[in-house]
């Protein structure tokens, strides 16, 4: 058990040695120079060459990036170079707003999938597989934006039910806030549940099959118990693992959601920082998002040893 979980620390880390180093090189052969962008074409010769020594420009490549690193692993974050103020301050903003839509969407996905996988898997080749199976189809094929879209038309401007976009804040209430993130959560987690009731319902198929749940039966086990108490936990595995898969397309579709819904949120800060060029911004925020994926895959795949001991023998 220690030796695995010390071997997932050591991958944990290397992967995010990986990423820093891959986020630095994209960002460095992006064309264009920030301190022009940021001054105007009109700049002064010598006013540029200030802001390029200003901002670390003149140093070499390699010196930047391990200044950064060092600067990661003391928890500092630049400033930004569009709005003059640490990086860290704007991220913890956009979090207030991307950190719950994502946990929103994550819960909705959950109550949804999990329970129609059950039920299809329950109802195989009847009514209630086949209309499961046509909503994970549908749900796969259509992208997030236009489950936004057809959302806001129809709980927006035909129904008026749910504002069609914008973020007041938490300030205003708890329940206005969730209210505002809604339609942004639903057209997120929608996808998600369809892809996790395919997962649910192919997995307890998979486990109804076993001999231990044969074994169950023969004792005269209720079908209710099995399903609840045997079933379910054994096909909690492929779950959990799709679920720690599917974290960065999720993070990567409210950066665009966010948009469509007018949200204060980190794809509105990243979006504003690549149109300025604001290498700083987008390096940390695009570092922090990324860490985030790893960090939560490597929290998936411990939870995964911890109820099945078979990944521990074999990793």
């Known amino acids: 058990m220690l030796s695995y979980f010390a071997r997932r620390i050591l991958v944990f880390a290397a992967t995010l040695l990986a990423a820093a180093l891959a986020i630095f090189v994209v ?35 390699y010196i930047r990036f391990f200044h950064w690193l060092g600067d990661l692993l003391r928890l500092e974050t630049g400033v930004s170079h569009t709005y003059d103020v640490p990086v860290g301050g704007l991220i913890a903003s956009g979090l207030g707003v991307t950190g719950p839509l994502a946990l929103f969407a994550i819960g909705i996905a959950l109550v949804l999938g999990v329970p129609l996988g059950l039920i299809a898997a329950t109802r195989r080749n009847r009514p209630g597989d086949y209309g499961v199976m046509i909503f994970a189809q549908v749900g796969m094929a ?50 998600e549940a369809a892809i996790l009731a395919r997962v649910t319902r192919s997995a307890v198929l998979e486990t109804l099959g076993a001999d231990f749940v044969r074994t169950a039966r023969a004792k005269g086990a209720s079908e209710s118990r099995i ?36 949200l204060p949120g980190l794809g509105k800060l990243l979006f504003q920082a690549a149109s300025q060029r604001d290498l700083v911004t987008v390096r940390d925020t695009v570092m922090l998002v990324v860490a985030a994926v790893i960090a939560i895959n490597f929290l998936v795949d411990a939870l995964a040893a911890l109820i099945d001991p078979r990944p521990k023998v074999s990793a």
Do not use: C, K, Y
């Open 27 to 61: 960002l460095e052969v992006l064309p264009g120079d920030p301190a022009l962008v940021i001054l105007g074409l009109g700049a002064d010769d010598a006013v540029l060459t200030a802001l390029r020594a200003d901002l670390g420009l003149d140093r070499p490549a």
């Open 142 to 191: 259509v992208p997030n934006f236009w489950f936004a879209i057809l959302l806001v038309l129809l709980f927006a401007i035909t129904l008026g039910w749910l504002p069609a976009g914008g973020f007041d804040g938490w300030q205003q209430g708890f329940l206005p806030g969730l209210q505002s993130l809604f339609l942004p959560a639903l057209s997120l987690g929608l996808p």
């Open 227 to 262: 399903l609840l108490r045997h079933v379910l936990h054994a096909a909690s595995i492929p779950v959990l693992t799709i679920m720690g898969l599917q974290i960065a397309l999720l993070l990567a579709g409210s950066i665009v959601v966010e948009r469509i819904f007018f």
